[in-house]
């Protein structure tokens, strides 16, 4: 079982960044996964990162603006998102997986969320 904590999350202008963090403890799983859910839509995929290949992707609608990466040593997966958007605004979710996968039902455990809302 692994307990995942997210933080970081707030309120921001347009065009403003913002950084992310999911702390993870107890075991450990291969992929960590950043999805987001907006009101009245449904959960979508926004980052991954698998620690045992070192791969990483991404969702179109934040590429070439969001970044993720791990720290191994203190368990920790962050998402970087710059250029931020009033679309972007979401309750985002920190998930750990056991493969490569954009799907959301392919991950064991998740976080409590973490809001962002972005104004213009």
């Known amino acids: 079982q692994v307990q995942l904590v997210e933080s970081g999350g707030g309120l921001v202008q347009a065009g403003a960044s913002l950084r992310l963090s999911c702390a993870a403890s107890?075991?450990?799983?291969?992929?960590m996964g950043w999805f987001r859910q907006a009101p009245g839509k449904e959960r979508e995929f926004v980052s991954l990162i698998n620690w045992s290949v070192g791969r990483t992707d991404f969702a179109d609608s934040v590429k070439g603006r969001f970044t993720i990466f791990s720290d191994n040593i203190k368990n920790k997966v962050y998402l970087e998102m710059n250029s931020l958007k009033p679309e972007d605004t979401a309750v985002y979710y920190c998930?750990?997986?056991?493969?490569?996968?954009?799907?959301?039902?392919?991950?064991?455990?998740w976080g409590q969320g973490t809001q962002v809302t972005v104004s213009s």
């Open positions: 107890g075991s450990r799983r291969p992929t």
């Open positions: 998930a750990a997986g056991g493969s490569l996968n954009r799907d959301a039902r392919f991950y064991d455990s």
